[in-house]
Antibody, heavy 115, light 109 residues
């Protein structure tokens, strides 16, 4: 069974940095596009970023471009999201999603931005 | 960045039919936006129902269908069941960048 397990969430001060990880198992990780999607408590979904199978192609939502960096290590079956310059509005549950068609979702990692 | 619009809430009777729509601030929604539809129930991660306008995942119940309708993407639920009560989100792509709509809260009552 495919499993996606996010880690690295937590409390960070405004302006700070955090790196989320997503460990994938049960699939041929390097074959799949991967996405990050976030959801603030009680709010809607926000698409953050995506990366192709070999990491050569990335896309970002406008509000994250220049602050967030998506990357992957196919040898470790792991997806990353480096988040810099965090703002209060970045506080959310961050979901790791596998597949071009958003086939499999992790359970999410909570990021809290507060002083 | 484009804004994607959905009805905030809709109600359907059990066994009834309802259509949710997904519009774009940039104009007509086309297959080139690769419309997606997601379902999210309370306390759960979302799951994809429809991609590329009308393609279903293996787990998508047959009562859900996707289409383009009146310049928008549409998700039609025919024969609503109580378990279909959930939030529904559409996603459109704009040259590789995804944008979710604000979501539709569907009540089956």
């Amino acid at each position: 069974e495919v499993q996606l397990v996010e880690s690295g969430g937590g409390l960070v001060q405004p302006g700070g940095s955090l790196r989320l990880s997503c460990a994938a198992s049960g699939s041929i990780f390097s074959s799949y596009w991967m996405h990050w999607v976030r959801q603030a408590p009680g709010k809607g979904l926000v698409w953050v970023s995506r990366i192709n199978g070999d990491g050569s192609h990335t896309n970002y939502a406008d509000s994250m471009k220049g602050r967030f960096t998506i990357s992957r290590d196919n040898a470790k079956n792991t997806l990353y999201l480096q988040m810099n310059g965090l703002r209060a509005e970045d506080a959310a549950v961050y979901y790791c999603v596998e597949g071009l068609y958003f086939d499999r979702w992790g359970q999410g990692a909570l990021v809290t931005v507060s002083s | 960045q484009a804004v994607v619009t959905q009805e905030p809430s809709l109600t359907v009777s059990p066994g009834g039919t309802v259509t949710l729509t997904c519009g774009s601030s940039t104009g007509v929604v086309t297959s080139g936006h690769y419309p997606y539809w997601f379902q999210q129930k309370p306390g759960q991660a979302p799951r994809t129902l429809i991609y590329d306008t009308s393609t279903k995942h293996s787990w998508t119940p047959a009562r859900f269908s996707g289409s383009l309708l009146g310049g928008k993407a549409a998700l039609t639920l025919s024969g609503a069941q109580p378990e279909d009560e959930a939030d529904y989100y559409c996603l459109l792509y704009y040259t590789g960048v995804g944008v979710f709509g604000g979501g539709t809260k569907l009540t089956v009552l």
